[in-house]
């Protein structure tokens, strides 16, 4: 069982938790001008690093806050956690 | 306002139940959801608390920090439409949403000497008293339902959805057969 440190209200369950995805991707600003493979690259292909990972994650059972994550995908170790307007630590 | 001569809790049958679990209905508990910029939170009737996971409360009414932006305000039966007007009042300024939701959760109010060891069976969160004191509210898990912890002295009220109300009475009767004689 993991326990995840919400910036908000601080260690947690995993069950209290959801995935999000990776986290940092950004709305091409001009939608109308990327190409069909540009659109599904955004859309669809993500990272899949083995190591240290910028993921989203969601407080559903408690605050119901988005929150950014670096977790390592080998160990499962939450490295970080970080509000959604601050930088990812160093 | 009055409350409907209809009204109903889903909990009205469970009584005995209740008592068997040392707790209490606590019936059509007012509850206002409040979401508006911290910054604003000094023009509030009610003192907000600022800080996650705390709550602040007087002999009718309570503040609990929901998130950074939301609180939920609770008082007794029939006080919600006041607290709706108290709130648009004080924020009729800025920009806020404030919503009646006393539909939304039931309360009981956990009251035995051993409360906090009958949840801490069924729930994730660390309810040690060197972190868990009065003053303090949580949105957790019991079981497989949500809930909203709220922990004052002597007295621990606990909000469930309606749907769920039913199952963590039962799932707290479980808990109480099988721990009979420790701590009760
Ligand atoms: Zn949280």
């Not at chain 2, 939301?70 to 009729?92: M, N, R, Y």
């Not at chain 2, 303090?136 to 497989?144: E, I, N, P, V």
Request: aromatic share 8%.
């Amino acid at each position: 069982m993991l326990l995840i440190r919400c910036p908000w209200c601080g260690p947690r369950d995993e069950i209290e938790f959801r995935y999000g995805g990776q986290a940092g991707l950004t709305y091409p600003p001009d939608p109308e001008a990327v190409s069909d493979e540009e659109w599904a690259d955004y859309l669809f292909m993500r990272d899949n690093p083995k190591g240290p990972f910028r993921e989203r994650w969601f407080h559903a059972a408690g605050c119901r806050r988005w929150f950014n994550a670096v977790r390592d995908t080998a160990t499962h170790r939450f490295i970080s956690t970080y509000r959604l307007d601050e930088e990812p630590p160093a | 306002m009055t409350a409907d001569a209809r009204a109903r809790s889903p909990l009205a049958a469970r009584a005995a139940d209740l008592a068997t679990i040392g707790a209490e209905l606590v019936p059509f508990l007012a509850q206002v959801d409040l979401r508006v910029d911290p910054t604003h939170a000094g023009i509030a009737p009610y003192p907000l608390p600022l800080e996650p996971n705390t709550a602040w409360h007087d002999d009718h009414y309570a503040a609990l920090w929901l998130g950074p932006d939301e609180w939920l305000i609770l008082g007794p039966a029939d006080a919600a439409g006041e607290i709706v007007a108290a709130l648009e009042t004080a924020f009729a300024d800025v920009d806020r949403s404030v919503v009646d939701v006393s539909a939304n959760r039931v309360a009981i109010a956990l009251t035995s000497e051993d409360r906090l060891d009958l949840l801490s069976h069924v729930c994730p969160l660390d309810l040690d008293p060197r972190v868990w004191s009065a003053g303090r509210c949580a949105q957790t898990m019991l079981g497989r339902a949500q809930a909203i912890l709220l922990e004052r002295a002597g007295t621990t009220p606990v909000l469930v959805r309606p749907s769920f109300a039913d199952y963590v009475v039962n799932l707290l009767l479980a808990v109480r057969g099988a721990t009979s004689g420790v701590g009760a």
